[in-house]
């Protein structure tokens, strides 16, 4: 919808030209910005034309800019590992290798292809929606978040810290996520991916990765039935009754339109079972 | 900037924060439409150097040297995309508000993609088809036929204006260009009870751009409901343009007119109001205790508000035989209390007047409605004006479903004319649809049931409460309706109804598909089901042995009542045996910890509104041998356009092709009370065929008299007398051939429907997944099968929407909390089964060519049908709406919220 309050939109080139003033937010792909009226947003600073590599492969793993868009990132994932999410989580076997998780991460948003042409992997993550896919990646495969500070300098923390409520980053007053990192060990890892909403494409209601590092380290990332992303860890493969412990004792599950805390609770305790054992 | 659109370059200077979408309809590129404005619904979707996208949240500053591709330009009328034959074909759209982004977005589809379609097109909402015939219009399906002249009736004739819609070159009720036009913005209030004290505009007023604010100040005295019917004292004179009292969240405060959207919505901010915050009430059952905030306590029964003083709307209290007595003696008892939610009607078209003085200073309205002729009548009682100053028209309006029955934006944009003497538009946002639109009403039903153990009804009684909001709206014939059909399909000598409809400081609810047998239906069927399991008896055979049949009094609780419902067909027997015979057929056992069910429900629909219900038509013979026909009714997907087409087709032995229709203007036709009610075929279309009629008499007469023959017949667009054909040019050299035809509405026949479903449900999810789903209709004389189909489709997803899905919540202190389509799902290609749908053979002896209306009934045993299937499957009952994951996992694993 047209933002009848932005009096002013900057398209920074460079990275001296980004800053961000009060009363002014960051736009990437805008699928998100432009979909609700903020009383008072006087201004976007566009950061999609500073020439951003989306994905940059690394010795040490792979560089996802955060304008990177998602139907960039769902490429990453090999056409031969693309699951049908119709059915994803409803009990099946996930794939085992980390790389099908681009697509099935991309294919839980709410919003279809036409949407992941323009929407940004750092904009789903900075938005902190609990369910927000990218988060769900992300925080799944270890990945740092880093930020940009003002004046120059950058910062980095742990994606599934980076969010830190509905809608609460830890970005600060004119920083900017600049980039997610994903560690090659992430990379070389199993993962098994769970998902379930209300209606077969849904919005999540909860979403459930688990990954099992070369040594045995396996650590499962709920996200969508929090408020914010949780991750168990473990040093090589927890018992049954250990995961579900560690499940109930969370207490911010979320409760919205598209699920109730307590089923929420239930869905991914029942998930991280099943990644458990698929994991075994 | 400059950019291309479909190969033509364009300059543009977009305003900071401004969207593709709006950038193209300044550009009058008005195929592109305005489902949501939130990136939801896919109906704005362009491609932009090739990619799809919705031009809805794209922002406009991107735009430089960028080539964007909307349906136009993939095809017209004389070219068309093969896609947009191909919708055309398969008859896939009814309102048609969805295709032009639906054909975009398909486009880009490959040969591989075809199976992937649910992924690919869940950034399209389809309120309309079930999305069956959108599969077969993308698979290259074709679902129509192209009869011979004079026999359109029968066949699956395609819509009139399909071509235009698939290319976007039909128009809606906002895809033209006004110059000098004005756009209005309503303040609304922050409260869901309050009074105004005081209200200052003068800030507002002083703002540039700003050319009127309307406050309760300027509003006429003149009471009266949004609800529209034929004599508006079926409705609640409780409602003014502008009231000082303000009993819901969302009610107009006061209304900014200015040069745009932007400069009004920021006026808003300029005015000051200060409240005298009320208590309210939000619990219907809360409402009508003692002590409870009063909504309309100055209203009485003059205004047609029956207990205001416990703010009661309505109330229906009556006993037949000794119920009580009944079930004391009765060998099987079946009770049980049921709620259901509000739904909203998600039309993608959302509420929108606009309205202008034209040259001889007569004020027109041209609007997104169902009945603009109840519009203009209404509207001249309000502002005192005669009906010759005065025209309401409609354009095709994108979709309906009850909720255009009502007078949402014509008031204020007329108050707004009146007033600045210019054009002015007021358009609802997808917000304003789910906040300040009216939704489904919220219904807790509780039933009981008594039977014999041979399984005849004793007892049957039914407490009804029905949450109406704030406003009475439609809530006096939902309530009466809805406790209608629902009990008096059944036959049992003691009979209970208690029903009330009650006002809360929740928003307003109003008319939808069903008119509140939904919600009753869903209860009584459920119970229905509960007392066959108690019986031991077959669901299908309890029914058999106790729905009324011809030469039964179809009686709610008053024996022998006078009525003009009549049996004109019936084929209730014949759709319980389609159904059962359908579910008989072998299933797939379900996936390992899935729990397989099967459950079915019935339902009965009064084939339209009692009290009346008016049309006129004309058919007129042009010089070229085609016929102009003028008729009242308003096409919104209902596909009544189709079938007067074929009607007067078929009348004159012609082909459609060669039928003109002007329509839904009340400067057209002297009348039509509107399309609900499911009255456009048997009604208007009824009028439509004695005018036919009529006018083939006139030609046959005007024949005879300019040549010496007779025994002539109408045919090709003149008559044909043995080997002489005489040509409309030579029939007309005497003077014009116009007929009229008239229908009043009286008597009503009744239809039937039946559903029935397979399912498969994961106890430990609350996952279902439909393994069969089928319909049985009666429709009489099924004029065009292809379209009832859709209709049927259409209804169906629509209740497994209401069944599954969809929930307006709200707060519990009157704000709702799902104000968009993100947060209130609407089903997608990836949620509807296919429906077969199967038709009972009858002729109707009331309707056009034996033809019954089916547009609501379909909807109405859906859930029911869907409950009692997955009561099957789990061994509990649900007996709350919408049966979501959450809900049925809960009741499966027993757990306590």
Request: net charge negative.
């Amino acid at each position: 919808m047209d933002l009848i309050d932005v009096q002013e939109v900057r398209v920074p080139a460079t990275r001296a030209e980004l800053n961000v003033a009060a009363g002014e937010k960051v736009l990437a792909g805008g699928t998100w910005l432009y979909s609700v009226r903020e009383t008072g947003l006087r201004g976007l600073v566009d950061i999609t034309r500073l020439g951003w590599q989306p994905v940059t492969h690394t010795d040490s793993g792979l560089v996802i800019a955060a304008t990177c868009t998602v139907a960039e990132l769902s490429r990453l994932t090999p056409p031969s590992l693309r699951t049908d999410p119709v059915r994803a989580g409803g009990g099946d076997k996930s794939h085992g290798d980390p790389l099908a998780l681009f697509w099935q991460c991309a294919n839980s948003l709410l919003a279809s292809f036409k949407i992941w042409n323009v929407a940004t992997v750092g904009g789903n993550i900075a938005l902190a929606l609990p369910a927000g896919p990218m988060i769900s990646l992300a925080a799944s495969l270890d990945a740092e978040a880093v930020i940009w500070m003002p004046g120059g300098g950058e910062r980095r923390m742990p994606v599934a810290e980076f969010v830190t409520g509905v809608m609460r980053t830890a970005l600060r007053p004119g920083e900017v996520l600049r980039e997610i990192a994903i560690p090659r060990a992430s990379l070389e890892s199993r993962t098994g991916f769970r998902r379930i909403a209300l209606n077969a494409l849904g919005r999540t209601g909860t979403l459930v990765i688990a990954r099992r590092a070369p040594g045995g380290q396996t650590v499962f990332t709920v996200t969508g039935g929090t408020t914010r992303p949780v991750q168990l860890r473990f040093d090589g493969l927890p018992p049954a009754s250990l995961v579900e412990s560690r499940m109930r004792a969370i207490d911010y599950w979320y409760d919205d339109a598209h699920g109730s805390a307590d089923w929420r609770r239930a869905m991914s305790v029942r998930f991280a079972e099943q990644l458990r054992r698929e994991l075994q | 900037m400059r950019f291309s659109v479909n190969g033509s370059p364009v300059d543009a200077d977009p305003a900071a924060g401004q969207v593709l979408r709006t950038v193209l309809r300044d550009l009058d590129r008005f195929d592109v439409k305005k489902g949501c404005d939130s990136g939801d619904c896919g109906a704005c979707t362009v491609l932009l150097d090739g990619d799809p996208i919705h031009s809805c949240i794209y922002p406009a500053h991107r735009l430089e040297g960028a080539s964007v591709t909307t349906v136009a330009g993939l095809g017209s009328s004389e070219h068309p995309h093969p896609l947009q034959k191909s919708f055309v074909d398969a008859a896939g759209f009814q309102c048609g508000f969805c295709t032009a982004g639906l054909i975009v977005t398909a486009s880009t589809f490959t040969e591989d993609d075809l199976g992937d379609l649910p992924r690919l097109l869940k950034g399209n909402i389809c309120r309309c088809t079930g999305y069956r015939s959108i599969r077969d219009a993308i698979c290259g399906r074709p679902n129509t036929q192209t009869p011979a002249s004079g026999e359109a009736a029968g066949q699956s004739v395609r819509a009139p204006a399909g071509l235009r819609i698939a290319t976007g070159e039909e128009e809606f009720t906002l895809d033209f260009r006004t110059t000098g036009l004005l756009h209005l913005a309503v303040l609304k209030s922050p409260h869901a009870h309050a009074r105004i004290r005081s209200i200052d505009v003068s800030h507002a007023l002083a703002a540039e751009g700003v050319h009127a604010v309307l406050t309760h100040r300027d509003s006429p005295g003149t009471l009266f409901s949004t609800g529209r019917h034929e004599m508006r004292t079926d409705d609640p004179d409780d409602t003014l343009v502008l009231d000082p009292v303000l009993r819901f969240i969302g009610q107009r405060v006061a209304a900014v007119v200015a040069d745009s959207v932007a400069i009004a919505e920021r006026a808003l901010a300029l005015i000051e109001v200060d409240y005298e915050v009320l208590p309210g009430v939000f619990d219907p059952e809360l409402a009508r205790q003692p002590g409870a905030p009063l909504l309309h306590a100055d209203k009485g029964t003059d205004q047609r508000v029956a207990a205001p003083e416990r703010n009661v709307l309505a109330q229906l209290h009556g006993e037949m035989g000794d119920v009580d007595a009944a079930i004391a003696s009765a060998d099987a008892v079946a009770t049980g209390t049921w709620q259901t939610q509000r739904v909203s009607h998600a039309a993608l078209e959302t509420h929108a007047t606009r309205g202008w003085l034209d040259a001889d200073g007569r004020l027109v309205l041209r609007t997104s409605s169902q009945v603009p002729y109840l519009v203009r009548d209404e509207l001249c009682h309000i502002f005192g004006l005669a009906p010759s100053r005065l025209r309401v028209f409609t354009a095709r309006v994108g979709g309906g479903f009850g909720g255009k029955q009502e007078l949402f934006t014509e008031d204020l944009v007329t108050l707004a004319v009146l007033r600045t003497g210019r054009p002015v538009q007021y358009e609802f946002t997808r917000e304003d649809e789910f906040t300040v639109a009216s939704p489904r009403h919220p219904m807790r039903v509780s039933v009981t049931l008594a039977a014999t153990s041979d399984g005849t009804l004793t007892a049957m009684a039914v407490d009804e409460l029905m949450d109406t909001g704030a406003y009475g709206n439609h809530g006096i014939g939902v309530m009466f309706h809805s406790v209608h059909e629902s009990i008096s399909v059944y036959r049992c000598a003691n009979k209970r109804v208690d029903a009330e409809s009650v006002y809360t400081n929740n928003l307003p609810s109003g008319a939808f598909r069903g008119y509140g047998l939904g919600q009753v239906i869903f209860a009584i069927e459920s119970a229905m089901d509960e007392l066959a399991r108690t019986l031991g008896m077959d669901p299908f055979e309890l029914r058999r042995r106790n729905v009324v049949v011809p030469g039964d009094d179809m009686v709610i609780v008053e024996p022998h009542a006078e009525t003009d419902l009549i049996y004109g067909s019936y084929g209730l027997d014949q759709c319980l045996d389609l159904v059962q015979g359908a579910l008989a057929g072998p299933l797939p056992l379900p996936d390992s910890g899935w729990l397989g069910g099967t459950g079915m429900a019935l339902a009965m629909i009064a084939s339209l509104p009692p009290r009346g219900h008016y049309a006129d038509a004309t058919v007129t013979l042009l010089p070229d041998g085609d016929y102009e026909i003028g008729v009242g009714t308003v096409e919104f997907g209902n596909g009544t356009t189709t079938v007067h087409a074929q009607l007067v087709a078929s009348a004159l032995g012609t082909t459609v092709e060669r039928v003109r229709i002007r329509q839904s203007d009340t400067d057209v036709v002297e009348y039509d009370t509107g399309a609900f009610g499911s009255a456009g075929v048997v009604v208007a279309g009824k009028a439509l065929l004695a005018a036919a009629s009529s006018l083939a008499e006139l030609m046959l007469e005007r024949a005879y008299s300019i040549s010496p023959l007779s025994g002539g017949v109408v045919s090709g667009g003149g008559v044909l007398v043995g080997s002489l054909f005489l040509s409309a040019s030579e029939l007309l050299a005497d003077g014009p051939l116009t007929a009229t035809g008239r229908h009043d509405g009286t008597p009503r026949t009744v239809a039937f429907n039946v559903h029935g479903f397979r399912v498969a449900v994961n106890p430990d999810t609350g996952e279902v997944r439909i393994l069969q789903s089928v319909q049985a209709a009666d429709a009489g004389t099924v004029l065009n099968p292809e379209q009832l189909r859709g209709q049927i489709e259409g209804a169906t997803a629509q209740a497994i929407g209401t069944a599954l899905y969809e929930e307006l919540r709200l707060d519990g202190a009157g704000r709702v909390t799902t104000t968009a389509f993100r947060n209130y799902h609407v089903p997608r290609f990836a949620d509807i089964p296919v429906t077969e749908v199967l038709f009972a053979e009858t002729f109707d002896a009331l309707g056009p060519l034996g033809a019954k209306s089916m547009s609501e009934a379909p909807y109405n045993p859906v859930a029911p049908a869907l409950a009692n299937a997955i009561r099957d499957a789990l061994g509990v009952r649900p007996s709350e709406l919408p049966m979501s994951r959450d809900r049925l996992w809960r009741l499966a694993s027993g757990a306590a919220r």
